[in-house]
């Protein structure tokens, strides 16, 4: 059983950054693909990053890409979303996610192991 504690989130105004962590423990052994996704009121969680255990690959959602960096500590168990040039769409609830899967998957359902948000509200 992996546990995920996401911190980090707030409020910014546009064109801000924010960094998202998230502290992983338990199985972490299983945390082999870590990923954030993103729920907006009234709309369903989409993926949005997403890392290998080694960081050789990563993968991100169109909509952030060049400005999202996701990256992970893994002596730290932490994983990080550094959010530049924030738009007010990005405003959201972001979760962690872990995955044993090999490889990256944007879907929520190859995620077992989930923390329970953070909010981050841009404002224009």
């Known amino acids: 059983q992996v546990q995920l504690v996401e911190s980090g989130g707030g409020l910014v105004q546009a064109g801000g950054s924010l960094r998202l962590s998230c502290a992983a423990s338990g199985g972490t052994l299983y945390a082999i693909i870590m990923g954030w996704f993103r729920q907006a009121p009234g709309k369903e969680r989409e993926f949005v990053a997403g890392v290998t255990r080694r960081s050789a690959i990563t993968d991100y959602a169109d909509s952030v890409k060049g400005r999202f960096t996701i990256s992970r500590d893994n002596a730290k168990n932490t994983v990080y979303l550094q959010m530049n040039s924030l738009k007010p769409e990005d405003t959201a609830s972001y979760f962690c996610?872990?995955?044993?899967?090999?490889?990256?998957?944007?879907?929520?359902?190859?995620?077992?192991?989930w923390g329970q948000g953070t909010q981050v509200t841009v404002s224009s």
């Open positions: 996610a872990a995955s044993s899967a090999l490889e990256i998957r944007r879907t929520l359902n190859e995620y077992p192991y």
